[in-house]
């Protein structure tokens, strides 16, 4: 199975490509599901693997659900030509209708974006799958649509709990589409997942930093909790995570 590791920094990137995973997912911000990375981040990036591994780059142009506005298209079609155009081998993306669906015509237009950018971007649908009805009716879209693979826990709350549906859905995409496992996942479920017929798994592989000092304040949200952790790819568990997809 093939490794994928999101990363938000350069660092993280290098580590991946130094341990031997086979893309990084770009993005800023995973405490809250992950937002577009800036531009500098990605030639950040690019610099740190060279041609050691594929970067995707999720195209999420703001925390919440996934039913976009006009302006917020507008914004996250831009995002995915200019990051494509730096140095992006795929784009992880999703957009949802009111109801839940995949919407066909907001996703097609992001992927377009990326396509008129380079023909051979790879597309990448997230986690929005695990919030429609019916994930199997949204492989037949993403099919549809011309996706290279799909990101989903099996419309659970982890990976290791939705083996059922991500076997279901495998065999639903028969081979058109790859099914990548993530949310949640554990390096004990990994072994388990390639029992499901997942094409490759997702995790953050990440550790939190804090450089906490007493008397140290806010200057974000108050919520009680460290003001100054912030999350950093960690070395052993992709490199533990590599060795357990082989």
């Known amino acids: 199975m093939k490794l994928e590791i999101a990363v938000v920094g350069a660092e993280g990137a290098g580590i991946a490509a130094a341990e031997g995973a086979d893309r990084v997912e770009l993005c800023t911000s995973l405490e809250i599901g992950g937002i ?20 995707h780059a999720l195209i999420r142009c703001r925390p919440g659900n996934f039913t976009y506005t006009p302006s917020e298209l507008d914004t996250m079609v831009r995002e995915a030509r200019h990051l494509v155009a730096q140095g992006a081998s795929g784009i992880v993306l999703g957009a949802l209708t009111n109801s839940g669906h995949v919407d066909a015509e907001t996703t097609r237009r992001m992927a377009e974006a990326a396509k008129e950018a380079n023909p051979l ?22 099919l549809e649509l ?3 693979r799909v990101l ?10 939705g083996m059922g549906t991500l076997q279901r859905m495998s065999g639903r995409a028969a081979g058109g589409l790859e099914i990548m ?28 930093v804090s450089t906490l000092r007493q008397g140290t304040i806010s200057l974000g949200s108050a919520d009680g ?11 052993a568990i992709v490199t533990a995570a590599r060795a357990a997809c082989r």
């Open 36 to 55: 577009t990375p800036t531009q500098g981040l990605m030639d950040a990036a690019c610099d740190a693997v060279g041609d050691r591994l594929e970067i």
């Open 121 to 142: 971007t790879e597309l990448t649908f997230h986690r929005a799958i695990d919030q429609t009805p019916d994930a199997l009716a949204a492989i037949d879209t993403l």
């Open 146 to 148: 011309g996706f290279d």
């Open 152 to 161: 989903s826990s099996g419309h659970a709350a982890t990976a290791g709990q």
């Open 181 to 208: 496992a993530g949310g949640g996942l554990t390096l004990e479920d990994i072994p388990f997942m390639r029992h499901c017929g997942v094409d490759a798994v997702h995790l953050s592989a990440k550790r939190i």
């Open 225 to 235: 909790g460290d003001p100054t952790a912030y999350m950093a790819t960690d070395r």
